[in-house]
């Protein structure tokens, strides 16, 4: 659609801009104060330069928990994204299940995060959970919160569990715009089950699915609830990932400098990746834009 | 043969995520002698008991109340300032317009981590700490540019011709907006107002932050109450089970619409 230039469009804009300024900027600009400046209370503050992002850099810790949170993304994309098409390969096309299955797929993305965490804590538990106990009986010897494999093990999966479905439902929306001629076609060529996904739908499915791998890997990477919930961070530091850590640091020991500091490298991350799903959109738009105008 | 094995699939994999939901209700239909003493599949003393706890002690019904009402104001402001600044986005543009759309995305992506502290400072500072209506505007850091989003995808399929044609009916913009466009993108408001409602009633980290008691969310209610009198599991269990109720109950309207409200109005 042909766009009209008017300035005058920032007056429906304004509203926004404030509240968001209010919520975004200014709390944003506090963390800047504190990553540059020293306190020793009384609203006195002390220029620090770049000390706070020199102590982190080097910092043991945050190297420690950047390595558990890129591992943790890792494994999440890796099992999630196949998983995902996988399912929405699988999911019926049309008709009432159809419905129903979309319905329950949709439910664990609608649970508060720490009832998530909840729900796996006590389904792992040996003594009253059905996952724990049936480890137990079958004698495997399993407990999250003793064991790091164990709480890892315990964390992926529930995030699998409850992210697995998006990808799929993502996934799922790209598959129905293919039109029934592709399949068609497909079968008059005689091509194998292989060679539609290859070059039927796997391209179809191109542009949802790098929505999906984008939005799986930010919300791993800024995870928090869940698996708090869950290990609270441990055994030990075993899954303690970034979000956990900073909260930790700011608001458990208050070491305001270095948290601080900390945020805007995080930052720094989430603006890079924004980015990048900024462009994809943006293309995918134009994609779409330009082939309803073709039709 | 093949739509067998599509069937066994599904059907695994709707186990795999109804099971942990299953194991939830199961324990909060159970006594506490039953939780722990033995270990069985369904209910065998069946009992309400869990949830007449919950629905008759004001320290945890206020829970839900609360979350509710910063809920509903958060979905309120979110689509009232979001509806006409969706509405520039979709059909002019002007200076600025695609930074100031980058902008919000970066918001939506951000870790609520790294404002958690900045946001206790900041309503402590101006009095709002453990109020309503400041968990809803702390939570508009993401649901303002998640319905910004979510509506300027379902208003750029409005042709513009429409907008034209009401002018030269001699329509004011303010009468057009309400009487006109809003009709045509109601499933739109619809879905955008669903998802605020859904990430504002699943978020934890900043309502906790922001209240102590007179707003405690019931997510917050749940960490605390649990770890204080022991092991209560079965009520621990009921208020599980009431927080999944709000979604569930609403999904079934929007559910040609998750992939498109979680992909912020892009699919």
Known sequence: MEKTQNNKAWFLVLPVLVIVAFSAVIPLMTVVNYAFNDTFGNNEFFWAGLEWFDEMVHSERLHEALGRQALFSAIILAIEVPLGIFVALNMPKKGFWSSVVLVLMALPLLIPFNVVGTIWQIFGRTDIGLLGHTLAAIGIDYNYTNDPLDAWITVVVMDVWHWTSLVALLCYAGLQSIPQAYYQAAKIDQASRWAVFRYIELPKMKGVLLIAVLLRFMDSFMIYTEPFVVTGGGPGNSTTFLSIDLVKMAVGQFDLGPAAAFSLMYFLVILLVSWVFYTVMTNLDRAQTSMGEGN | ?267
């Open chain 2, 1 to 267: 043969m093949r739509i067998k094995s599509q069937a066994v699939v599904m059907a695994l994999y709707l186990l795999f995520l109804m099971l942990p939901i299953y194991w939830l209700l199961n324990m909060s239909l159970k006594t506490n002698a039953e939780i722990t003493g033995t270990f069985s599949l369904y209910p065998h003393e069946f009992t309400l008991r869990n949830y007449r706890v919950i629905l008759t002690d004001p320290s945890w019904y206020m829970g839900y109340v609360n979350s509710i009402i910063y809920v509903v104001m958060n979905t309120v402001i979110s689509i009232a300032v979001a509806l006409p600044a969706a509405y520039a986005f979709s059909r002019y543009s002007f200076m600025g317009d695609k930074h100031l759309f980058f902008w919000l995305l970066t918001n939506r992506m951000s870790p609520p981590a790294v404002f958690a502290l900045p946001f206790f400072q900041l309503y402590s500072s101006i009095g709002l700490f453990d109020t309503h209506i400041a968990v809803a505007l702390a939570h508009c850091l993401f649901n303002v540019p998640l319905a910004v989003w979510i509506l300027e995808g379902f208003m750029r399929g409005v042709p513009k011709e429409i907008d034209e044609t009401a002018y030269i009916d001699g329509y004011s913009f303010p009468r057009f907006f309400v009487k006109i466009f809003m009709p045509l993108i109601a499933s739109g408001i619809g879905v955008a107002a669903f998802f605020c409602f859904m990430f504002s009633w699943v978020e934890l980290l900043l309502s906790r932050t922001l209240t102590s008691v007179n707003a405690k969310p019931i997510a917050a209610t749940m960490t605390r109450t649990v770890s204080a009198s022991g092991m209560d599991w079965g009520v621990l269990a009921a208020a599980g089970v009431l927080t999944i109720v709000p979604g569930a109950l609403v999904i079934w309207f929007v559910r040609n619409y998750i992939a498109k409200g979680f992909a912020l109005g892009r699919v």
